[in-house]
């Protein structure tokens, strides 16, 4: 199994997590962050690109920067992509890549939410930890 893919699908356990752990809560650092930037690209094959900076200080845990985007009016989100972060305290670029499923994104305006999310060990089963979490509206262009 190549590195990306398994990044992806630890990015994609973290999320079941989240849904599984409503009341976790965020403990972020205020000199932690993350951003996006304002134009995200989309292939002809529907293949989405995000991208931002983060800033993060090291923890007891994997950190993701994870990232979703979505266009509809009802709110509906698609995760796209996660990047293992390297939390040094200096600041790094990220860049994520995924399909939306359904594949319904179009170039134009869109929402993204960017998070610096942390699986902490502490209990023996991974709980997340949110370091950054930043919304943004971007312009998709095409690729």
Known sequence: MSLRPALSAAAGAALLLLA???AVTA???????VTVDPV????ADGTVTLSGTYRCVAGTGPVFVS???GQSA???KHGIGGTRAVCDGAAHAWQNTGKATPDDLEPGAAHVEATLMELRPDT???LP???AVQQ???TLTKA
């Open 74 to 76: 009802d709110g509906a």
């Open 20 to 22: 599984a752990a409503p």
């Open 136 to 138: 943004q509206d971007v």
């Open 27 to 33: 403990h972020a650092d205020p000199t932690e962050s």
């Open 67 to 69: 990232s979703s985007v």
């Open 129 to 131: 930890r949110f370091h």
């Open 124 to 126: 023996g089963l991974p």
């Open 40 to 43: 995200g690209r989309i292939a």
